[in-house]
């Protein structure tokens, strides 16, 4: 395909054209004006500077390595000098560099960043568990961005190591019952046998043997009461009875600060339903008084409550509280929501949902077609075709659809084993698991067609939103043709097409005339096209879809209940487990967010944030027991926790806001902490550390902050307040980090042993030291040469007739 680099010249053909004409009606040497016009035309066009793109491969025989070293405690644990002898292995054939980490801490992403320059790679030799400085992830962005291909070899661990924490609130509320796990985890799969023992301020509250062999063990303690305010401390001990490297990290402190139950107000709560307990039992809870004092309450729940109850000056009430940074939490039934008259009334402003039956109930199902040919990984495009796979897997307009993923080579494989819900977390990252450890095939054929040819099959008889994304380098040369006609066939049958091209350097992705092969067959079926540079990922806009509300809904049934958000504050360590019978059929707002859902798609608990204050919609009842009522069930066992979790995320801080009042997290050693002082009465800020005086800062209305980093090693006292520090959080995950060979593999690496890396690593670096250079070749001696011959001719042809003229009237002279 011909360009041009000044295409604007190409306007002076019109005026040559013209005159050319105009002459050609004045004159009668027509042939020689045209032939003039033809020349003109060909020296404009030679003055645009035509060229084509030729593209072309390039290979570095001798790439860049830069080898970053972990030598940092945690190291401690693998065999010495792997990285040594790598380096003496590489730099024998190829210039190589050895950066060495040491230290108590690892700053993993940071080491990335500084040595991603584009024109070298980075190979890892480390644990993989970067604690310091620039997220890890972040950092293989960038070197990918940068052109940085990161490689990851793992050291051979030689030694067992075993950690201990504790995970679980530090703000308790008193006399309440606090859940607390401890979590040991270890270098190797092994088994090992250890006891521990847990402490409530100096005192065994529990002990037991364990005996695990899984990487990490989670074990619940009974649940804590902590029947005084203010500080308090539980220490865990684990003592192995094997082989255990370090003892720094046998021993955890955590603190704790107990504080008064918070203050609620509650409106048309039934005095007796499980609702009405938990709230009893958990907090201080006014029911007198509708709208009276709610500014020294923390929250508001208001139980089945119909809209009339509400006057247009009750809801501005209830506006200003939450631009105060409060909580409301409404609770359905037969009198709320849309049984309550909510639709379009004052009341339902504030709500995350609208009143109406939900337009939204699932019915999509997707099938990602993956490209795993030998040619991802020749043309380093691997990494950007299972990381754009991996972004599509956490749309959030994906939560309730269903999604299958193939991948093909020389043929396609059912790498999820069909389609599988996206409504549950484990479902989620199980297929994030399957798509992490993808590698490529031996074979060079890139057969599209026998990935498209499954996906066929698995949507033939599915109904609702259709939708298969392919995600490929383009290399489809071989089977475009089948191709072609089974994507023809798919997109007949209604589905939508998505091809996702990551561009790279493989040839086999253009036809003989420059175009993408990709782009062409999207073209030709109406498909959606993504031609994207590698790094950069793909944003396929999925369109709600519309469905007519079921008019069976409002009947009894059984509805399962699904936590659709499970990284929302609500849902953390919370598994929810049955079904409610019912619930008010309500309409998510733009901007909410989806909790909990039944497995028919209906929203069950929505929030959202309203000015400064949090908002949760509950649309099922208060479980008290009956025919008519739905959710007992959410009320019983460790689904109670849920209704506390959601107060406690509408309370937001439970802090009384009166005097002066501390936030200060725990830490590890050497690790500085910011803590944050806000003064609610008059006076003047002090806090002492173990007894000296801290220099404060004002960063906001009567907020003071400072950065402290505490030793030794247990519990220090920040004015009453109390301040763990454990071990250096080095010590914290002993062993190899399990995810990083994913991540690598994300954006563009590899993972190898020790060995593997000796035997292969050179020679994959080379490989993707290939680059695609597209090499401008200027076309205009061609119409320059077009124009001379035409002029040359046209003398030539005019030349030769006046000769023959002049031989001519020689001879009439003569005779």
């Not at 890139?446 to 599915?462: H, P, V």
């Not at 071989?478 to 089974?486: G, P, R, V």
């Not at 967010?593 to 000015?611: C, E, F, N």
Request: net charge negative.
């Amino acid at each position: 395909m011909v360009r041009f680099e000044s295409p604007e010249l190409l306007w002076l053909i019109v005026p040559a054209i013209i005159a050319g004409l105009y002459l050609m009606r004045k004159k009668k040497q027509k042939m020689l004006i045209l032939s003039r016009i033809i020349v003109a035309v060909l020296l404009i066009v030679a003055l645009a500077s035509p060229f084509t793109i030729v593209p072309r491969i390039t290979t570095d025989e001798n790439p860049n390595l830069v080898i970053i070293s972990d030598e940092t405690d945690s190291m401690n644990l693998f065999r010495n000098g792997t990285a040594s002898e790598l380096y003496e292995a590489m730099t024998a054939r190829t210039p190589t560099s050895l950066v060495r980490l040491t230290g108590d801490s690892t700053a993993l992403g940071d080491a990335i960043v500084q040595y991603s320059t584009g024109d070298n790679q980075i190979v890892l030799v480390t644990d993989g568990n970067s604690n310091r400085g620039e997220d890890l992830e972040d950092a293989l962005k960038f070197s990918k961005e940068t052109g940085t291909t990161v490689y990851y070899v793992q050291p051979e661990l030689e030694a067992n190591d075993l950690s201990v924490r504790i995970e679980g609130d530090k703000t308790v509320i008193l006399n309440n019952e606090n859940q607390f796990e401890i979590v040991v985890s270890q270098a190797m799969e092994q088994t090992v046998t250890y006891s521990y023992e847990l402490y409530l301020d100096d005192t065994l509250y529990s002990s037991r043997t364990i005996t695990q062999e899984e990487r990490e063990r989670r074990i619940t303690v009974p649940q804590i009461r902590f029947s005084r305010l203010g500080a308090h401390t539980l220490k865990a001990v684990i003592r192995p009875s094997g082989s255990d490297t370090d003892e720094i990290n046998n021993v955890f402190y955590k603190s704790i600060y107990a504080i008064p139950k918070p203050r609620i107000r509650a409106i048309g709560l039934e005095t007796n339903s499980p609702l009405a307990n938990i709230l009893q039992n958990l907090y201080d809870v006014s029911a007198s008084g509708k709208f009276e004092n709610i500014d020294s309450r923390k929250a508001i729940v208001i139980d089945n409550t119909h809209a009339n109850s509400f006057t247009q000056q009750d809801v501005e009430l209830l506006r200003n509280y939450l631009n105060d940074g409060k909580g409301i939490v409404v609770v359905g039934g037969d009198r709320s929501y849309n049984f309550g008259d909510y639709l379009d009334s004052p009341i339902e402003e504030i709500l995350p949902v609208y009143s109406r039956p939900t337009d939204w109930s699932g019915g999509r199902n997707v099938v990602l077609v993956l490209d795993i040919s030998q040619s991802t990984t020749a043309h380093g495009t691997i990494g950007d075709i299972l990381g754009n796979a991996i972004n599509i897997l956490y749309d959030e307009n994906l939560r309730d659809a269903y999604l299958g993923v193939i991948a093909f080579g020389s043929e396609g494989t059912d790498v999820s084993d069909g389609l599988q819900f996206l409504g549950t977390a484990s479902n989620i990252e199980s297929l994030r698991s399957e798509l992490e450890s993808l590698a490529p095939t031996a074979t060079s054929e890139t057969s599209l067609d026998q990935g498209l040819a499954i996906a066929e099959e698995w949507l033939e008889n599915e109904v609702g939103e259709l939708e298969i994304i392919i995600i490929s380098d383009g290399g489809i040369e071989q089977s475009y043709d089948q191709s072609l006609d089974i994507a023809e066939k798919i997109v007949g049958s209604g589905v939508n097409l998505y091809y996702i091209h990551i561009r790279s350097s493989a040839p086999s992705q253009y036809d003989q005339y420059g175009n993408r092969y990709a782009e062409v067959l999207m073209d030709e079926v109406g498909g959606v096209y993504f031609h994207l540079q590698q790094g950069e990922r793909a944003n396929i806009e999925f369109e709600n879809i519309q469905q007519t509300p079921d008019e069976e809904t409002s009947e009894p049934g059984t509805y399962p209940l699904i936590e659709l958000n499970t990284r929302h504050f609500i849902t953390q360590n919370i598994d929810i487990e049955g079904s409610i019978t019912g619930y008010n059929d309500v309409t998510p707002k733009a901007g909410a967010d989806r909790v909990i859902i039944t497995s028919t798609g209906k929203p069950v608990l929505t929030t959202w944030r309203y000015g400064l204050g949090r908002v949760a919609a509950l649309t099922t009842d208060n479980g008290q027991g009956g025919e008519n009522m739905w959710a007992t069930q959410l009320y019983s066992g460790n689904n109670s926790r849920l209704i506390s979790s959601t107060i406690n995320w509408a309370i937001g801080n439970p802090r009384e806001e009166t005097g002066a009042v501390v936030e200060a997290p725990d830490t590890w050693y050497g690790t500085p902490v910011t803590i944050e002082l806000t003064m609610y009465d008059q006076g003047i800020p002090t806090l002492r550390l173990n007894g000296d005086e801290l220099d404060l800062s004002l960063t906001g209305t009567n907020v003071y902050e400072a950065v402290i980093d505490p030793s030794p090693i247990g519990i220090h006292d920040l004015s009453g307040y109390p301040v763990a520090v454990n071990y250096a959080l080095e010590y914290r995950d002993p062993g190899l980090n399990g995810n990083l060979p994913g991540l690598i593999k994300a954006y563009g690496g590899n993972t190898y042993s020790v060995n593997e890396a000796r035997a292969l690593l050179f020679e994959e670096a080379k490989g993707n030291s290939e680059k695609l250079v597209r090499d401008r070749v200027s076309q205009k001696i061609y119409f320059l040469l077009a124009a001379l011959l035409i002029f040359l001719g046209e003398v030539i042809i005019r030349r030769i007739k006046e000769i023959r003229e002049m031989k001519k009237l020689e001879q009439e002279i003569r005779t």
